[in-house]
């Protein structure tokens, strides 16, 4: 398949997406193989790179599947910013869908990473090649909204619900090891009472190049939603410190962490 595809190229995406597609439909039978999920209930989200499927789990509760698409392939021709990456450009999609799959294999790692830690993340139920399973998080069939479409005005008690964050983005940082890397009120759900952080694909380990640029970018986030309740600079550098502590880490009655017997704000 040569680069410049002219009028065939409406029939070259249609094979390409059908392909895809039942690629990603045996990995969705396979879920149901081993037990993760039951059954396959519908669409319910579009994000950038993913679709999100509701699910019925083995537990008998909803689940969503998120599918990894080969972004790529199917906007090659729409997003000049992928076009322009030659390292996408002579890519055979086998191997777009490999990176799809080790994007996918490390969502579900940080995510159950991030879980294990006690950070509030929907319950990780398994991945099988391009798809990722995990708990449903919303009211009947309806997903919990974003914290950006709920919008700060909306928000009974803003000071409690920005604490909860914070104590989340700790937990992250010091229990789990990770920077999120993609934090906003994009990618939290709130369903009226607790936020629940979704989208781990872009999470580092500490210790990695980006971390502190990422930590700098997400508290930054973070804080902008809320009005600035603190300083950035300030709490990313507790954040930091907070993070190379040594010793016993506890955690209160309120769910915040105690470093040396503290609290991350008084
Ligand atoms: N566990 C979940 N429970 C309910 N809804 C979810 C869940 N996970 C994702 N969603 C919904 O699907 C949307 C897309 O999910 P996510 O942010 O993980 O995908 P994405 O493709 O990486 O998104 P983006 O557009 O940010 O790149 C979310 O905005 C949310 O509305
Ligand atoms: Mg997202």
Request: proline content about 5%.
């Amino acid at each position: 398949m040569g680069c410049v595809r002219s009028e065939k190229d409406s029939d070259y995406y249609k094979v390409v997406d059908d392909a895809i597609n039942s690629y990603a439909w045996a990995a969705v039978v396979k879920l149901q193989e081993r037990r993760v999920i039951t059954d396959v209930l519908g669409p319910i989200g579009q994000g950038k790179e993913a679709k999100i499927i509701l699910a019925r789990g083995a537990d008998g509760r909803y689940a969503v599947l998120k599918i990894f698409y080969p972004v790529p392939v199917r906007f090659k021709r729409r997003s000049p910013y992928i076009l322009g990456d030659p390292r996408f450009r002579n890519l055979k999609i086998s191997d777009q869908l490999h990176l799809v799959e080790v994007w996918c294999r490390k969502e579900f790692g940080n995510l159950s990473r991030a879980y294990e830690a006690g950070v509030r993340v929907p319950r990780p139920l398994g991945f099988y090649r391009n798809v990722l399973a995990m708990e449903f998080i919303g009211v009947d069939r309806n997903p919990a909204p974003l914290l950006a479409e709920v919008g700060l005005e909306n928000i009974e008690d803003p000071y409690g619900l920005f604490y909860d964050i914070l104590k989340n983005l700790e937990k992250t940082y010091v229990l789990a090891g990770l920077v999120h890397g993609d934090l906003s009120p994009f990618n939290i759900l709130y369903d009226g009472q607790n936020p629940w952080i979704i989208d781990w694909g872009s999470a580092v380990r500490r210790g990695h190049p980006k971390e502190f640029e990422y930590l700098r970018r997400d508290v930054e986030r973070v804080l902008e939603f809320f009005g600035y309740p603190l300083d950035a600079e300030a709490l990313f550098k507790k954040l930091v410190e907070r993070g190379a502590w040594r010793g016993r880490v506890e955690v209160d009655e309120e769910g915040w962490l105690l470093i040396g017997g503290k609290r991350i704000i008084d």
